[in-house]
C-alpha cells in the first residue's frame, strides 16, 4: 500500500506560480509512474501531468502545456509540480496519483490507469 500526500497549494494571484509536492514514506515510489489530475467545483476530474517512472518522460495537458513542469526527487520519494503563469482556471483541488510499473513505461494519462491516490490539495487563483 502506498499512501500519497499534495502539499504546496493555496492561493495565488494571476501571473503567479505555486509548487505542489506529492510524497510518501515508501520507497517503491521509485517504481511508480506518478500523474497529476485537478477537479475543480462542478466539473469533471482531469489530467494535468504525468512522469514516468524513470523520470525520463513526461506528458501535459494542452491547457497546462509551457505553464506547468512535473518532475521528481527519488532520494526523496517526491514528485514536483511546478505552476506558472497561473490562471483563474486553473483553480481546483490537485491529485497526485501513481501505479508501480515496468522501468520503460510511458507515463499516464488516464486516470483509470493509477491504483493510488492523494487526498489533494486546494489551489486558488484569483486576480
Known amino acids: 500500500q502506498v499512501q500519497l500526500s499534495e502539499s504546496g497549494g493555496g492561493l495565488a494571484q494571476t501571473g503567479g506560480s505555486l509548487r505542489l509536492s506529492c510524497s510518501t514514506s515508501?520507497?517503491?515510489?521509485?517504481?511508480?509512474?506518478v500523474g497529476w489530475f485537478r477537479q475543480a467545483p462542478g466539473k469533471t476530474r482531469e489530467f494535468v501531468a504525468a512522469?514516468?517512472?524513470?523520470?525520463?518522460?513526461?506528458i501535459y495537458a494542452d491547457s497546462v502545456k509551457g505553464r506547468f513542469t512535473v518532475s521528481r526527487d527519488k532520494a526523496k520519494n517526491t514528485v514536483y509540480l511546478q505552476m506558472i503563469s497561473l490562471k483563474s482556471e486553473d483553480t481546483a483541488t490537485y491529485l497526485c496519483?501513481?501505479?508501480?510499473?515496468?522501468?520503460?513505461?510511458?507515463?499516464?494519462?488516464?486516470?483509470?490507469?493509477?491504483?493510488?491516490w492523494g487526498q489533494g490539495t486546494q489551489v486558488i487563483v484569483s486576480s
Open positions: 496519483a501513481s501505479k508501480r510499473t515496468i522501468l520503460t513505461a510511458a507515463p499516464l494519462n488516464n486516470q483509470r490507469d493509477y491504483e493510488y
Open positions: 512522469i514516468s517512472r524513470s523520470g525520463g518522460s513526461t
Open positions: 515508501r520507497r517503491a515510489f521509485s517504481e511508480h509512474a
